[in-house]
Antibody
Framework: QLPLQASGPGLLKPSETLSLTCTVS??????????WAWIRQPPGKELEWIGD???????YYNPSLKSRVAISIDTFNNQFSLRLTSVTATDAAVYYC???????????WGQGTPVTVSS | DIQMTQSPSTLSVSVGDRVTITCRAS??????LAWYQQKPGKAPNLLIS???DLENGVPSRFSGSGSGTEFTLTISSLQPDDFATYYC???????????FGGGTKVEIK
């Protein structure tokens, strides 16, 4: 298991921008065989894939979130980040950062960061 | 988007039972399907990739099968540690999104 640690504000107001960063330790983020991803889970609900990014910076997004989401990668600091604009109550969830080997599922997960949206 | 429909949503079983969970895709996903186990308050744990490839360290009582649009996770003899929620995920194509099923909660009968 590769340690992944997400950090960022846990409380946002509606219309604000969510910014989370995932720090990868114990291994390099600059590996060509993996995607780095964000997945979220609203309370009591199923998992929702937000997007993947490769080490080269090519990002792929959930079509339903594409207009509001951006994922970036910082190979120097071994981090990748999520930015979600114009949040509403429906964006409240536990946000996970993960690693996924090409052609396989998400094998390594951070502990999850809860995000609340409230005025 | 490719929709993933899991059934049943809840399964009440006893230790030692054989458990079967089904996941149906709205179109063919060429076997690009993963299964996860999630316990309350924890991150999911990857059990199976590519329909039937068991991840390292996953007990052999777990197995996956299927093709086309219908896939199955089987637990041959349920153990106490297996009470959890199970999710399937297709990862066929980024353009369709990498979608999860709605989950199956395996609970004690």
């Amino acid at each position: 298991q590769l340690p992944l640690q997400a950090s960022g504000p846990g409380l946002l107001k509606p219309s604000e921008t969510l910014s989370l960063t995932c720090t990868v330790s114990g291994g390099s983020i600059s590996t060509s065989d993996y995607y780095w991803a964000w997945i979220r889970q609203p309370p009591g609900k199923e998992l929702e894939w937000i997007g993947d990014i490769s080490y080269s910076g090519t990002a792929y997004y959930n079509p339903s979130l594409k207009s509001r989401v951006a994922i970036s990668i910082d190979t120097f600091n071994n981090q990748f980040s999520l930015r979600l604009t114009s949040v509403t109550a429906t964006d409240a969830a536990v946000y996970y950062c993960t690693r996924r080997r090409f052609y396989r599922g998400h094998s390594d997960w951070g502990q999850g960061t809860p995000v609340t949206v409230s005025s | 988007d490719i929709q993933m429909t899991q059934s049943p949503s809840t399964l009440s079983v006893s230790v030692g039972d054989r458990v079967t969970i089904t996941c149906r895709a709205s179109q063919s996903i060429s076997g690009w399907l993963a299964w996860y186990q999630q316990k309350p308050g924890k991150a999911p744990n990857l059990l199976i990739s590519k329909t039937s490839d068991l991840e390292n360290g996953v007990p052999s009582r777990f197995s996956g099968s299927g093709s086309g649009t219908e896939f199955t996770l089987t637990i041959s003899s349920l153990q106490p540690d297996d009470f959890a929620t199970y999710y399937c995920q297709q990862y066929y194509s980024f353009s369709h999104g990498l979608t999860f099923g709605g989950g199956t909660k395996v609970e004690i009968k």
